[in-house]
Structures are given as C-alpha cells and as structure tokens.
C-alpha cells in the first residue's frame, strides 16, 4: 500500500491542524494505520493508532485528549485532529499501516512493526 500523508503547517500554541493520510494500492480496511512523529533531534515516536475496522484506538500519553485519530475506510484515509497545540508537538508526522499478525498486541507502538510509511509532513507550533 502507497501512503501520501498531508495536512502539516505552522501554528500558534493553542490551535489545531488535521492530518490525512492517504492510502493506495491495496485494501486500505486490511491495515491497521499509525501516525508517528519525529522531533529534531529525537527518535521517532509513537502518537496514535486504530485498528483495522476502527473499533479501537491507542495514544501516547502526551496526546490523549487532545488528539484524535479517525479513518474512513470507504475513502482509504486515515485523519489525526490534533488540538491544543503544543510548541513541544513540532515534529515531522508519519502515517504508517501494516497488515500482519504480530503476535503480540502492543505491536502498534514500535515503528519497526510497520512495513509501510508515507512521506511525512511537516508540523510546526509556534509559542
């Protein structure tokens, strides 16, 4: 599957940005989809997760109430809203998806459980 996330931008601490990421090339209701992040100089962390049908999601504690991560799977995308906007929350955002069993269900916070990552896109929050 060929991911193309988009959505980043700049904004004042406080305000909200909605990422998308969009899907292709295969049964996007197959994937279970992850968006992560990466701070300069920091290793790429895990944000959020849903599951394929998405019944069930999963934050990083330093986003639970603020974000929000949603997918349409007739339309093959996958949305993070994220509000409240901390300058702390600059980074580079990555949607990821991956298909298989894992054999162990917190498989979804490690990015090297992923085979398919989109491009990034660029999140900058000014204070």
């Known amino acids: 599957v060929q991911l193309q996330a988009s959505g980043g931008g700049s904004v004042q601490a406080g305000g909200s940005l909605t990422l998308s990421c969009a899907a292709s090339g295969q049964t996007f209701s197959n994937y279970g989809m992850g968006w992560f992040r990466r701070a300069p100089g920091k290793e790429r962390e895990f944000v959020a997760f849903?599951?394929?049908?998405?019944?069930?999601?999963y934050y990083a504690d330093f986003v639970k109430g603020r974000f929000s991560i949603s997918r349409d799977n007739a339309k093959s995308t996958v949305s993070l809203q994220m509000n409240r906007l901390k300058s702390e929350d600059t980074a580079v955002y990555y949607c990821a998806a991956d298909s298989r069993d894992h054999g162990f269900s917190t498989w979804y916070l490690r990015s090297d459980e992923y085979i398919h990552w989109g491009q990034g896109t660029q999140v900058t929050v000014s204070s």
């Open positions: 849903i599951r394929r049908g998405g019944d069930r999601t």
